[in-house]
């Protein structure tokens, strides 16, 4: 039977006013396994989130960002994408994780996942105050910001769901060691290594714990990398060529007491799964066997001299080196593109493991 013109027209007008709405409304991913991702933490997962601050810690300048879509100085301490874009890449989420900060976010970036994280935090908040950055706690808050508008653009009921089933990235206390416990050594003179890292794992507990409460279910936390041979370490810890055996063994005695305050909180939260990656012995992988992973230099940085330059030491005015994939390390703390690329590839299959 033959249809008639009438209804073929309204057929056709009713399909087209479904397909312009469609295009106009927020797109919810369908993937039931992970649908967000956010970050959390310092400058390993921190997209941009420091732009806007009075500190010394940012990297929305050249040469940072150089190999960015568009050449831009995105805020991320690199020259491409950071570990949190690698991870969400890897998950199938998406290739660019911004800056929960960046004014330019739309609906959709929200929906996918954001960072809060901000270069220079650590577990104790005495790290973030001597810098002026974003702590922890502040985090936690712009967290509570986002999960209202989560609610507004989806839905009380899908926002909560989408929550649960969302993927966490928590990288921090690299700079509690590197500033407050040596640079700025206010922690030493109250603690020694044991003490302090019993501090830093008990505050993490508590932060997990809280982030548990405001639905937060699949927890992805890095440990404290091989930062004893991180070239600003070897600089003015290590003797140039040497590691800083201090640095990689306080690194280590905090690691071990972070792996067991994630057991105890796996056992202890209902339906709550956290996967611990062993950021130290991966980079140290990547230090000590480098040459198999196209690395010629990881004892000193592209930018500059590569002995001490980081953030704003690293600028417009720093010479850069010929070719930053054979650099481990972009600047005096933070790796290359490269590098972050190779450090999520490294930690893909536990990441499968544990969430998937």
Not at 37 to 55: E, Y
Not at 94 to 113: C, F, M, R, V
Not at 134 to 153: A, D, H, N, R, T
Not at 206 to 214: D, R
Request: with cysteine; glycine share 6%.
């Amino acid at each position: 039977m033959i249809p008639s013109v009438s209804k073929v027209v309204n057929f056709c007008f009713y399909a087209s006013l479904y397909l312009y709405f469609s295009e106009s409304m927020v797109n919810i991913p369908q993937n039931n396994s992970i649908t967000t991702i956010l970050a959390m933490g310092d400058s390993f997962m921190d997209t941009g989130n420091n732009n806007h601050r009075q500190s010394l810690i940012k990297a929305d300048f050249p040469p940072y960002g150089k190999d960015f879509l568009g050449r831009k100085s995105t805020g991320r301490f690199t020259n491409n994408r950071t570990l949190s874009d690698y991870i969400a890449g890897n998950l199938g989420v998406k290739e660019y994780l911004p800056a929960y900060l960046d004014t330019s976010i739309q609906d959709n970036d929200l929906i996918s996942g954001v960072s809060f994280a901000s270069g220079g935090s650590g577990y104790d908040n005495l790290t973030s105050k001597i810098v002026n950055v974003i702590p922890l706690s502040v985090q936690l808050e712009m967290f509570k910001e986002y999960i209202g508008k989560f609610k507004k653009i989806v839905g009380e009921e899908e926002a909560n769901q989408m929550i649960k089933k969302g993927v966490y990235l928590v990288s921090s206390s690299s700079n509690d060691w590197a500033i407050s416990y040596t640079a700025v050594p206010i922690r030493r003179l109250q603690y020694n290594v044991t003490g302090y890292a019993y501090l830093l794992a008990n505050n993490a507990r508590v932060f997990f714990e809280e982030l548990y409460k405001l639905g937060a279910r699949k927890i992805v936390v890095f440990g404290t990398p091989y930062i004893g041979c991180f070239p600003l370490a070897r600089t003015f810890l290590g003797g140039l060529i040497t590691c800083s055996d201090m640095l990689n063994k306080e690194a280590e005695t905090f690691n071990k007491m972070l792996k067991s305050q994630l057991e105890y909180l796996q056992s202890s939260l209902p339906q709550s799964t956290f996967c611990y990656v062993d950021y130290f012995n991966i980079s140290r992988e990547l230090i000590v066997n480098h040459l198999q992973y196209g690395f010629r230099v990881v004892d000193k940085s592209c930018c500059g001299t590569g002995l001490f330059e980081t953030a704003l030491l690293c600028n417009k005015l720093s010479p850069l080196c010929h070719n930053d994939s054979t650099f481990l390390f972009w600047d005096s703390i933070h790796l290359t593109d490269e590098g972050y690329k190779l450090v999520a590839n490294h930690a893909l299959p536990e990441l499968r493991r544990c969430l998937l």
